[in-house]
């Protein structure tokens, strides 16, 4: 069973720039597509991006495009999800989140899940 682990979350100003890791604990990872989901206080969870499992192919909701990039190592386990021009409305908890199938921004189609990590973007 996959174990993901989120890390690199913070208090940014609008503008700013954080970066998110996520680490898997399996060597199937690999095998997996990776996904960045966020969930604001009182809101659904909400896809933001997801990558394949060579890192060839990506895709992410319009509200990212441009400011936003995942990427993943494999050979070191782990996601990443650059953030950029952050507003304030990319205020939410950020999950990392795994499965064995093709892209999709569907949560309930991702089966592991990181405890996630507080981004929080100042006005």
């Known amino acids: 069973q996959v174990q993901l682990v989120e890390s690199g979350g913070g208090l940014v100003q609008t503008g700013g720039s954080l970066r998110l890791s996520c680490a898997a604990s399996?060597?199937?990872?690999?095998?997996?597509?990776m996904a960045w989901f966020r969930q604001a206080p009182g809101k659904e969870r909400e896809f933001v991006g997801t990558?394949?499992?060579?890192?060839?192919?990506?895709d992410y909701v319009d509200s990212v495009k441009g400011r936003f990039t995942i990427s993943r190592d494999i050979d070191r386990g782990t996601v990443a999800l650059q953030m950029n021009s952050l507003k304030p409305e990319d205020t939410a908890v950020y999950y990392c989140?795994?499965?064995?199938?093709?892209?999709?921004?569907?949560?309930?189609?991702?089966?592991?899940w990181g405890q996630g990590t507080q981004v929080t973007v100042s006005s």
């Open positions: 989140a795994a499965r064995s199938g093709s892209l999709s921004g569907s949560p309930s189609h991702y089966a592991y």
């Open positions: 399996d060597r199937t990872f690999s095998t997996y597509t």
């Open positions: 990558i394949n499992w060579s890192g060839a192919h990506t």
